[in-house]
């Protein structure tokens, strides 16, 4: 059975910063795609940041570049991300999610697995 569990997740400052880590168990992690989408309030899932585990390269949506981190640890079945200088459009329910699919990763209907979910609240 496969199973992502998202944790991280809180009320943080706008400028500040949360880890949101996503542990996986039930799949074999390496041949897995990976990748964090979220949803506001009234807004579609959308895709925040993933790697291809056929190409090992990560992606990520425009409005994140150089302010969220993405990374994998094989070893601990788990990946994060790493959100420096929050903004309050970043408030959203963040989801960890998983494919078997190596590409079209920002494509929601590509990922056979996902987690619950974690709140993140960003305060202006």
């Known amino acids: 059975q496969v199973q992502l569990v998202e944790s991280g997740g809180g009320l943080v400052q706008a400028g500040g910063s949360l880890r949101l880590s996503c542990a996986a168990s039930?799949?074999?992690?390496?041949?897995?795609?990976l990748a964090w989408f979220r949803q506001g309030p009234g807004k579609e899932r959308e895709f925040v940041a993933g790697?291809?585990?056929?190409?090992?390269?990560?992606v990520y949506t425009d409005s994140v570049k150089g302010r969220f981190t993405f990374s994998r640890d094989n070893a601990k079945n788990t990946v994060y991300l790493q959100m420096n200088n929050l903004k309050p459009e970043d408030m959203a329910v963040y989801y960890c999610a998983a494919a078997r699919a190596a590409f079209g990763l920002s494509n929601r209907q590509r990922y056979d697995y996902w987690g619950q979910g974690t709140q993140v609240t960003v305060s202006s």
């Open positions: 790697v291809s585990w056929s190409t090992g390269i990560t």
């Open positions: 039930g799949v074999t992690f390496s041949r897995y795609s």
